[in-house]
T-cell receptor
Framework: DAKTTQPPSMDCAEGRAANLPCNHS???????VYWYRQIHSQGPQYIIH???NNETNEMASLIITEDRKSSTLILPHATLRDTAVYYC?????????????FGTGTRLKVLA | EPEVTQTPSHQVTQMGQEVILRCVPI?????FYWYRQILGQKVEFLVS????????KSEIFDDQFSVERPDGSNFTLKIRSTKLEDSAMYFC????????????FGPGTRLLVL
């Protein structure tokens, strides 16, 4: 089972910041938080990841709480093309490999 | 920017037939993965592959499935005798030589078994 919980859906006005929350209360100390998105049935697209520090790249910012039990993905100026399902994934390290266990994600709809 | 490619984009087959789905991972990557997504459901891990052998496989990856890296660039998923329930999107992913690094996904192959 996925180690994360996310709200099933959110709306955001175009041009506004989209803040997508994720709970991962059972995360272990060496497990990373990854964010991907999936537009229609395309392949999941990597957005950002982090361990304990906040991270920012050209797509988004990732805010991880100090206790690491939750995080928030921020899309600073959402556009219609950001409409997608967003997945928060705790990367599991078992048997030396790093499979992803996807949850059901948050369906973000950006409204014009 | 390098990307993972997959062929074909769509495949229709009859139940019981063999299918081979092909992937070309990013060129300097050494870890390879297959995932699938049945319509309307979650993305599910199938198998991971490193150094020419399976590292880990899920319960879904039974004896009907196999993976191979036949040359230096391709990574294939074979389903020996397809079932109706194998209809899904199949995604290939790869990550680089540093174990545990970010996985990059291909666009997927939509498989329909009739």
């Amino acid at each position: 089972d996925a180690k994360t919980t996310q709200p099933p859906s959110m709306d955001c006005a175009e041009g506004r910041a989209a803040n997508l929350p994720c709970n991962h209360s059972t995360i272990s100390g060496n497990e990373y938080v990854y964010w991907y998105r999936q537009i229609h049935s395309q392949g999941p697209q990597y957005i950002i990841h982090g361990l304990k520090n906040n991270e920012t790249n050209e797509m988004a910012s990732l805010i991880i709480t100090e206790d690491r039990k939750s995080s928030t993905l921020i899309l600073p100026h959402a556009t219609l093309r950001d409409t997608a399902v967003y997945y928060c994934i705790v990367r599991v390290a078992d048997s030396g490999t790093y499979k992803y266990i996807f949850g059901t994600g948050t369906r973000l709809k950006v409204l014009a | 920017e390098p990307e993972v490619t997959q062929t074909p984009s769509h495949q229709v087959t009859q139940m019981g037939q063999e299918v081979i789905l092909r992937c070309v991972p990013i060129s300097n990557h050494l870890y390879f993965y297959w995932y699938r997504q049945i319509l309307g459901q979650k993305v599910e891990f199938l198998v991971s592959f490193y150094n020419n052998e399976i590292s880990e496989k899920s319960e879904i990856f039974d004896d009907q499935f196999s993976v191979e890296r036949p040359d230096g660039s391709n990574f294939t998923l074979k389903i020996r005798s397809t079932k109706l329930e194998d209809s899904a999107m199949y995604f290939c992913a790869s990550s680089d030589w540093r174990q545990g690094e970010t996985q990059y996904f291909g666009p997927g192959t939509r498989l329909l078994v009739l």
